[in-house]
Nanobody, 121 residues
């Protein structure tokens, strides 16, 4: 099983950009489907984007055209490039290893500890 550590969170103004990273340790990273989720206070955790091990990606409708998920298997690192940030993007962002190419929390078998994004107007 992988161990996942996110970084890159912080405050950001509306319209700004930020890139999150998720460093993985463990074996066979390249075989895992990897995803980003987020959770705002008082809401359920939701899927943001997922990528397989051949660079196919899927984004949630709320972030299409603004967020880009990518991975570097040699570095065992997952990324989330976030552009055009909005106040409603404020949340704790989690890196995850998933068993399926979906945005469902039910398919996740490994979570990182999260990194906070705080947007402002």
């Amino acid at each position: 099983q992988l161990q996942l550590v996110e970084s890159g969170g912080g405050p950001v103004q509306a319209g700004g950009s930020l890139r999150l990273s998720c460093a993985a340790s463990g074996h066979n990273y390249g075989r895992y489907l990897m995803a980003w989720f987020r959770q705002a206070p008082g809401t359920e955790r939701e899927g943001v984007a997922v990528t397989d091990n051949i660079r196919a990606t899927r984004n949630a409708d709320s972030v299409k055209g603004r967020f880009t998920i990518s991975r570097n298997n040699a570095k065992k690192t997952l990324y989330l490039q976030m552009d055009g940030l909005k106040p409603q993007d404020t949340a704790m962002y989690y890196c995850a290893a998933s068993t399926r190419f979906t945005l469902s929390v039910n398919d996740v078998n490994c979570w990182g500890q999260g990194t906070q994004i705080t947007g402002s107007t």
